[in-house]
């Protein structure tokens, strides 16, 4: 085997000999600083914030005034001059969430209780928390050098669990309350717990600084708690000088241990880069703040370029990820523009496709499709939002576009709005009419096609492995279908639920199986590995070969090529039309290859459903909460359906009991079986539509 040869197969993909050697450089280089970095961790540690000179001048109380002072730079219009009239606004406009805002304050001071991803609200001790144990496992990270530990273990320890926990997103909470009531409780706490973090957190030790992506979400999130609580009268000069080391130290780990690579770079490096872009801009009196900010800007616009497909997705394939990295480029070119830092207009029109993205995608009730992996991550928790909660962003969007079109009908200003654009931004998005429904739309580059028409809506995933071939977030999900009708929600992506806390399922919840499409021998689209959670080959390769859409009819044909791999090659082709007017869809699969076949078609339902098969074969999926109604009638196979046992996943370690359908058949190919869906609402005589449409299906 060549060296070449090994290099591909290290790297996933096809690479070029320039960017092997590049990258291969570039790892040896890494490898040596990690090492020079190790040896002087003690004084890494030690070492005082490095002020710019005008500033290291300045003496302890002066420096404090300075900040305290100061006109700029400027943060969010929300958190500006301690946040007087945001907390007006706060109470007036948000009185509910205000309250339960003030009470979860309340329960980070008092009780150290707060939420935590999907697990709901979790304690951390009323003493001082321990900052390096997983809450959940009981397992205490240990504070070895940060490159030396290894994140993956499959003894239920969760890493993502505890980055979380030191995300600190408690911190603005604490810091939004502490804004309303100027209740000393609040800042106390503040303080207190970045004593308690510094101590057990010391630089490049721990898991804690295992992650550059996390340093950097920390950065960003602690720069907002200093805003708040700047005024308040436990910033003495002695916790101004602790913070401002605290934050040259994250902004020196962060550029020391990017996660760059030449191959292929995603949200962990755009992270990276915003965490130095945010330090840069906003604390200039810090030695290294011009550097870092030039350089996080530079690269921020940089990864646009190559994470952003020309039809406005993630190229990670998942939007779960779309959305975190909607809300690093979103508040961040909010951030420059505020400070007056020149961004070109072809960046703001890729934001744009990003939120037009975001507003097709969406389900009739506003809820997001999962699709790909999603672990619930917000760059900027403001308010806690669930994993498929994507909808606050097309406010945001409305208001810096000034797009009626980002406007749902019906939907209020959500206090995002309030702290990041200010009285103003909640003014501008008052003013603006709302958009019309969504209609059917491609975006052939991400593979994500939706078709549909007032509340009927599909969405059919022709998308790959993502990351240009070397996805890391990608499931076998290619030709599968979400469907909602009548306001209810009836297919829908399982998720992801967990990562590396519980391989088993991570390898479950990503898997063919597990997804409404056509699994062929038990044989997943794309290769995947329970022991490589992060690693998707890129195998399926799906393909659009017509897309039509009109008022009365969309059509869309696509095939992947994943059971190409099989000792007799099999291609699934999916066509799925959808009549609007008539209200239904029709499903074919065609299987085309050589040799007999096992065959398990699949459709995958939302959690709360009643599912029942009838005598004849139609199944019946019904949401008693409002009476709504999804038939589906399969023509084309002999086989019985069957139900199936399953979970769906809205948010990272949370799942619900669910329910797939299944036809399982033996067949020589080629083979081809079609589904008719029919939503009924409720009041609509079920037996008449489903004949109808059958009929309709039929004669098409």
Same mark, same amino acid.
């Given at each position: 085997?060549?060296?070449?040869?090994?290099?591909?197969?290290?790297?996933?993909?096809?690479?070029?000999?320039?960017?092997?050697?590049?990258?291969?450089?570039?790892?040896?280089?890494?490898?040596?600083?990690?090492?020079?970095?190790?040896?002087?961790?003690?004084?890494?540690?030690?070492?005082?914030?490095?002020?710019?000179?005008?500033?290291?001048?300045?003496?302890?109380?002066?420096?404090?005034?300075?900040?305290?002072?100061?006109?700029?730079?400027?943060?969010?219009?929300?958190?500006?001059?301690?946040?007087?009239?945001?907390?007006?606004?706060?109470?007036?406009?948000?009185?509910?969430?205000?309250?339960?805002?003030?009470?979860?304050?309340?329960?980070?001071?008092?009780?150290?209780?707060?939420?935590?991803?999907?697990?709901?609200?979790?304690?951390?001790?009323?003493?001082?928390?321990?900052?390096?144990?997983?809450?959940?496992?009981?397992?205490?990270?240990?504070?070895?050098?940060?490159?030396?530990?290894?994140?993956?273990?499959?003894?239920?320890?969760?890493?993502?669990?505890?980055?979380?926990? /030191?995300?600190?997103?408690?911190?603005?909470?604490?810091?939004?309350?502490?804004?309303?009531?100027?209740?000393?409780?609040?800042?106390?706490?503040?303080?207190?717990?970045?004593?308690?973090?510094?101590?057990?957190?010391?630089?490049?030790?721990?898991?804690?600084?295992?992650?550059?992506?996390?340093?950097?979400?920390?950065?960003?999130?602690?720069?907002?708690?200093?805003?708040?609580?700047?005024?308040?009268?436990?910033?003495?000069?002695?916790?101004?000088?602790?913070?401002?080391?605290?934050?040259?130290?994250?902004?020196?780990?962060?550029?020391?241990?990017?996660?760059?690579?030449?191959?292929?770079?995603?949200?962990?490096?755009?992270?990276?880069?915003?965490?130095?872009?945010?330090?840069?801009?906003?604390?200039?009196?810090?030695?290294?703040?011009?550097?870092?900010?030039?350089?996080?800007?530079?690269?921020?616009?940089?990864?646009?370029?190559?994470?952003?497909? /020309?039809?406005?997705?993630? *190229?990670?394939?998942?939007?779960? *990820?779309?959305?975190?990295?909607?809300?690093?480029?979103?508040?961040?070119?909010?951030?420059?523009?505020?400070?007056?830092?020149?961004?070109?207009?072809?960046?703001?029109?890729?934001?744009?496709?990003?939120?037009?993205?975001?507003?097709? *995608?969406?389900?009739?009730?506003?809820?997001?499709?999962?699709?790909?992996?999603?672990?619930?991550?917000?760059?900027?928790?403001?308010?806690?939002?669930?994993?498929?909660?994507?909808?606050?962003?097309?406010?945001?969007?409305?208001?810096?576009?000034?797009?009626?079109?980002?406007?749902?009908?019906?939907?209020?200003?959500?206090?995002?709005?309030?702290?990041?654009?200010?009285?103003?931004?909640?003014?501008?998005?008052?003013?603006?009419?709302?958009?019309?429904?969504?209609?059917?739309?491609?975006?052939?580059?991400?593979?994500?096609?939706?078709?549909?028409?007032?509340?009927?809506?599909?969405?059919?995933?022709?998308?790959?492995?993502?990351?240009?071939?070397?996805?890391?977030?990608?499931?076998?999900?290619?030709?599968?279908?979400?469907?909602?009708?009548?306001?209810?929600?009836?297919?829908?992506?399982?998720?992801?639920?967990?990562?590396?806390?519980?391989?088993?399922?991570?390898?479950?919840?990503?898997?063919?199986?597990?997804?409404?499409?056509?699994?062929?021998?038990?044989?997943?689209? /794309?290769?995947?590995?329970?022991?490589?959670?992060?690693?998707?080959?890129?195998?399926?390769?799906?393909?659009?070969?017509?897309?039509?859409?009109?008022?009365?009819?969309?059509?869309?044909?696509?095939?992947?090529?994943?059971?190409?791999?099989?000792?007799?090659?099999?291609?699934?082709?999916?066509?799925?039309?959808?009549?609007?007017?008539?209200?239904?869809?029709?499903?074919?699969?065609?299987?085309?290859?050589?040799?007999?076949?096992?065959?398990?078609?699949?459709?995958?339902?939302?959690?709360?459903?009643?599912?029942?098969?009838?005598?004849?074969?139609?199944?019946?999926?019904?949401?008693?909460?409002?009476?709504?109604?999804?038939?589906?009638?399969?023509?084309?196979?002999?086989?019985?359906?069957?139900?199936?046992?399953?979970?769906?996943?809205?948010?990272?370690?949370?799942?619900?009991?669910?329910?797939?359908?299944?036809?399982?058949?033996?067949?020589?190919?080629?083979?081809?079986?079609?589904?008719?869906?029919?939503?009924?609402?409720?009041?609509?005589?079920?037996?008449?539509?489903?004949?109808?449409?059958?009929?309709?299906?039929?004669?098409?």
């Amino acid at each position: 085997m060549t060296i070449i040869t090994k290099l591909k197969r290290m790297f996933r993909g096809e690479v070029s000999v320039r960017t092997a050697a590049l990258e291969m450089l570039r790892r040896i280089r890494a490898s040596l600083a990690l090492r020079s970095e190790r040896t002087g961790l003690a004084a890494l540690d030690r070492q005082p914030a490095r002020l710019c000179p005008e500033f290291a001048r300045l003496s302890p109380p002066e420096l404090l005034e300075h900040f305290r002072a100061r006109q700029t730079p400027e943060f969010f219009p929300g958190f500006a001059a301690g946040a007087q009239r945001t907390a007006a606004l706060q109470q007036d406009l948000f009185p509910e969430e205000t309250t339960e805002l003030i009470s979860q304050a309340k329960r980070i001071a008092n009780d150290h209780c707060w939420p935590l991803l999907g697990y709901g609200e979790k304690c951390f001790g009323v003493g001082e928390i321990d900052w390096n144990l997983d809450p959940l496992s009981g397992y205490d990270w240990p504070l070895a050098h940060h490159a030396e530990i290894h994140l993956s273990r499959d003894d239920g320890s969760d890493v993502r669990v505890v980055w979380e926990l /030191n995300r600190m997103a408690q911190l603005i909470t604490l810091g939004r309350a502490y804004a309303v009531t100027d209740n000393q409780r609040f800042s106390t706490e503040f303080f207190r717990q970045l004593v308690s973090w510094r101590q057990q957190n010391p630089v490049g030790r721990g898991v804690n600084w295992n992650c550059a992506m996390e340093v950097a979400l920390r950065a960003m999130n602690l720069l907002a708690a200093f805003e708040l609580f700047l005024r308040a009268p436990q910033m003495t000069e002695t916790e101004l000088a602790e913070l401002l080391r605290m934050f040259d130290q994250h902004g020196s780990h962060i550029r020391r241990n990017l996660e760059y690579s030449h191959i292929a770079t995603s949200n962990h490096y755009l992270a990276d880069v915003t965490g130095l872009l945010w330090l840069g801009v906003l604390l200039p009196e810090l030695e290294a703040a011009q550097e870092w900010r030039d350089f996080g800007l530079r690269e921020l616009l940089r990864e646009m370029d190559k994470q952003l497909l /020309n039809d406005g997705a993630d *190229y990670e394939a998942s939007t779960g *990820y779309h959305r975190l990295k909607l809300e690093l480029w979103l508040y961040s070119f909010v951030l420059c523009h505020i400070n007056a830092i020149g961004i070109d207009q072809r960046h703001w029109d890729q934001l744009r496709g990003m939120i037009e993205y975001v507003r097709a *995608y969406l389900r009739p009730d506003n809820s997001a499709p999962l699709i790909g992996d999603s672990d619930s991550g917000q760059m900027f928790p403001l308010v806690r939002r669930r994993g498929d909660d994507h909808v606050y962003l097309l406010a945001l969007g409305a208001a810096v576009f000034q797009e009626p079109r980002f406007k749902i009908e019906g939907a209020s200003a959500p206090e995002e709005l309030l702290w990041i654009l200010g009285e103003q931004g909640l003014s501008d998005f008052a003013a603006l009419p709302a958009g019309g429904p969504a209609t059917s739309q491609a975006f052939p580059d991400a593979g994500t096609y939706l078709l549909r028409h007032d509340d009927l809506y599909m969405l059919f995933n022709t998308s790959g492995a993502g990351a240009n071939g070397r996805g890391s977030h990608g499931h076998n999900d290619a030709l599968g279908i979400e469907v909602s009708a009548c306001g209810s929600n009836f297919m829908v992506d399982p998720g992801s639920y967990v990562y590396t806390g519980d391989l088993k399922e991570r390898q479950r919840f990503r898997s063919t199986a597990y997804h409404s499409t056509v699994e062929v021998d038990e044989v997943e689209q /794309n290769t995947t590995a329970e022991a490589a959670p992060f690693v998707i080959s890129d195998e399926a390769h799906p393909k659009v070969i017509r897309w039509e859409s009109d008022r009365e009819t969309d059509i869309a044909v696509a095939e992947h090529a994943g059971y190409q791999r099989l000792p007799q090659p099999v291609t699934h082709r999916r066509t799925v039309q959808f009549e609007k007017r008539r209200r239904f869809w029709r499903v074919e699969d065609t299987l085309s290859g050589a040799g007999t076949h096992d065959l398990a078609f699949r459709f995958h339902f939302a959690p709360g459903l009643e599912t029942n098969v009838g005598p004849d074969g139609t199944i019946d999926v019904c949401d008693k909460m409002n009476g709504a109604r999804l038939l589906i009638k399969a023509t084309g196979l002999a086989a019985e359906p069957v139900l199936e046992a399953r979970f769906s996943s809205r948010d990272y370690d949370a799942k619900e009991s669910s329910v797939s359908v299944c036809w399982n058949v033996r067949a020589a190919m080629p083979f081809t079986a079609q589904f008719v869906l029919v939503p009924v609402c409720a009041g609509e005589d079920q037996s008449e539509r489903l004949r109808s449409a059958v009929k309709a299906s039929d004669g098409a």
